[in-house]
């Protein structure tokens, strides 16, 4: 069974900066891609980034391209999200998922297995 874990979120002033984890149980990050979303309020989720198994690059929404920084540490089996400079717009519950292939697609609708959410609040 496939089971994600997220973890990290948390209150920061704008521009600031924070990091998500996502650990896995029931595979390993190189196996599957593995991959950050996230739903505000009135919102439907939308894919923030993942992270596929082939060494291509990475996937990141235009909102947070050039900001945050998706990664994953094999020997911790965990990925991570480094987010920076965040915006007031990025407010929002975060979520690991993951994918039943090895490679990344930003349809929110298409990932297999879901994480609890994690609170990422950017506020003054």
């Known amino acids: 069974e496939v089971q994600l874990v997220g973890s990290g979120g948390g209150l920061v002033q704008p521009g600031g900066s924070l990091t998500l984890n996502c650990t896995p149980s029931?595979?390993?990050?190189?196996?599957?891609?593995i991959g950050w979303l996230r739903q505000a309020p009135g919102t439907n989720r939308e894919a923030v980034s993942c992270i596929a198994t082939s060494q291509g690059a990475p996937y990141y929404a235009d909102s947070v391209r050039g900001r945050f920084t998706i990664s994953r540490d094999i020997a911790e089996n965990t990925v991570y999200l480094q987010m920076d400079r965040l915006k007031f717009e990025d407010t929002a519950v975060y979520y690991c998922a993951a994918l039943k292939t090895t490679l990344c697609t930003a349809n929110a609708e298409m990932y297999d297995f879901w994480g609890q959410g994690t609170q990422v609040t950017v506020s003054s």
């Open positions: 029931g595979i390993t990050v190189h196996e599957l891609a």
